[in-house]
């Protein structure tokens, strides 16, 4: 399906308006409290995971899953439908009775993303969802290397690639990071060559073979190289520092104002779901994530929960980020279709 001129993305301003406005009902509608979610849940919930089953993404789905099912008295059983950069869950989750029975744990690919990503996509970003709960954050790190020589802190990095224009080579594999490594080589004033790779994994491998001096990434493939001291966590791309690295500065806080981007995972349902539903979800979400031992656990996968939770702010957050990185991906030239 060719996205309308109505959809989240749109090159028309008229576009983006209705959309900033059905968004924006849509959030205010989900306030408003009602009689379903004292009868929900009525039966065990289906959390759709568009994933595979053992990775990062699978994990904090499972925790967070878990921990909802202790209070409500139902089973959350995980359904991995992964594929298609979350397209295949998506789908699997369109059609759906909208009773609160049948969700998704997903993330910005999904929502801001994909619909700059391809020309086609089988789904609406706004219209095939209800928002609610932007759950979990992790910003980009900015990881250096530990061999003789190497720099210490991003100043240098930045001093050094300037010294030298062009020798210094970046390596980076989500999308997301692509864009953190843009905004921020723009910010700096460097010239940097950015090295693709297929995923966080090979990245790893290529700092600590030397065949980039820079990683922009998630931090879990990194943790046992930082406990080893074969490499540094330089900076991370929050607002704020991040709190299973509370020494690490931010990008912002170092000189290169303005960065702030996270990745981010949460819960939506289909279309149509009772505003009431939607609220009390959003609660159980947050319940689950402010739990000492879930905290320590996201911590391990590089994660920390969103500073408020709501169905609200989940919408909001995906218009601002598409409005933020729609036009970046337009530059970068970025398509999969």
Known sequence: MTICKASLYSKHTRGRR???RAVAAGATALAVPGAFSQTWPAKPIRLIVPFVAGGGA??????IAGKMA??????IFIDNKAGGNTIIGVQNLKGAPPDGHTLIWTMDQTFVLNPSLYNRLPYDPVKDFTPVALAINSPITVIGSTRPGDAQTIQEVVQRAKAQPGTLNVGSAAILAHIAFA????????????ITYKGSAEVAQGLIAGDVSLAFDGLAPYVQFVKTGRARILAVTSARRFGALPDVPTLDESGYKGMDLSVWFGVAGPAGMPAAIAQR???EVEWAVRQPDVIEKLGTFGFEPATAIS????????????????PVI???GFKLD
């Open 18 to 20: 209705s959309v900033l």
């Open 58 to 63: 699978d994990a904090t789905a499972r925790l």
């Open 70 to 75: 202790e209070r409500l008295g139902q089973q």
């Open 183 to 194: 905004e921020f080589s723009q910010l700096a004033g460097i010239d940097a060559a950015r």
């Open 281 to 283: 979800l959003a609660q």
């Open 311 to 326: 169905p609200a702010i989940m919408a909001e957050r995906i218009v601002r980020d598409g409005q933020r990185y729609a």
């Open 330 to 332: 337009r530059k970068l």
